[in-house]
């Protein structure tokens, strides 16, 4: 049997203890599952596809932000112990849903919306895979919205104004899209106290992305965009 131990409630609250079967390739989401399907049907907690895509299913497992279906039970509770929680730096509506209306408006914030030029009766851009640019978009693009990213970084707990590892990846794949129009205002938008400058490279965000994406080389990657804008008088 596994011992679970999850949060209930919402800024305040407790963990409740569950007991539930271990089961040969069982995903903490199963668990989750389990607990509400058979132990009580009132635990509230998010998910939709069940296969890594959608980024709904994120929660902290024994201290660390992770994407719950994909994560093995198996890899994160040798001793049959697992601790369930809300995402951090985010408010929590009831267990272990959050509210994630400031992670996708920072995404706004940092003018995360592609901006063209193109009509639609114009010819598709041709955007050569072997480009620096498009490498660049490449590696950073799969974003899945999770949050882990943003509940692992230390910064935004310091400062909840911060704009945040996802939303600055964003931003770092549009200023390299060589279709887009809006470079230097996204420039702007990510230049201030809040935004790249603040981030203090620690990487949490970067090990603990389960699509291996590196928001901190993107971070840096805006940094120095910002200050060659800026050095060109273009800020
Ligand atoms: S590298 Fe920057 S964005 Fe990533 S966790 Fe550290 S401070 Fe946050
Ligand atoms: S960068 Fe990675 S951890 Fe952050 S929201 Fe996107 S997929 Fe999730
Ligand atoms: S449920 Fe969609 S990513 Fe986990």
Known sequence: ?????????A??????????????????????TYIQRRCDPTLSYRFACRVGVCGSCAMSVNGQSRWTCRTHVSKVAADDR???????????????????????????????????????TDDFARVSPESRERRL???????IGCGVCYSACDVVTWNPDYLGPAALNRAWTLVNDVRDVAADQRLMAV?????????????????????????????????????????????
Do not use: Y
Request: net charge positive.
């Open 1 to 9: 049997m596994l011992q679970v131990r999850v949060w209930r409630g």
């Open 191 to 235: 230049a201030g106290d809040a935004g790249c400058h603040a981030c203090h490279t620690h990487m949490n965000c970067t090990e603990r992305c389960p699509k291996q994406i590196s928001p901190t080389a993107g971070i840096a990657g805006l940094k120095r965009l910002v200050l060659d804008a800026a050095v060109k008088g273009r800020l």
């Open 137 to 143: 978009v490449d590696a950073s693009i799969e974003c």
């Open 82 to 120: 697992l601790e369930i929680a809300p995402l951090r730096n985010l408010p929590v509506v009831k267990d272990l849903v959050t509210d994630m209306r400031e992670f996708f408006d920072k995404w706004a914030r940092a003018r995360g919306r592609f901006q063209g030029d193109k009509r639609r």
């Open 11 to 32: 800024e305040r609250g407790e963990f409740q203890l569950f007991e539930v079967p271990r089961l040969e390739s069982q995903t903490v989401l199963d668990v989750v």
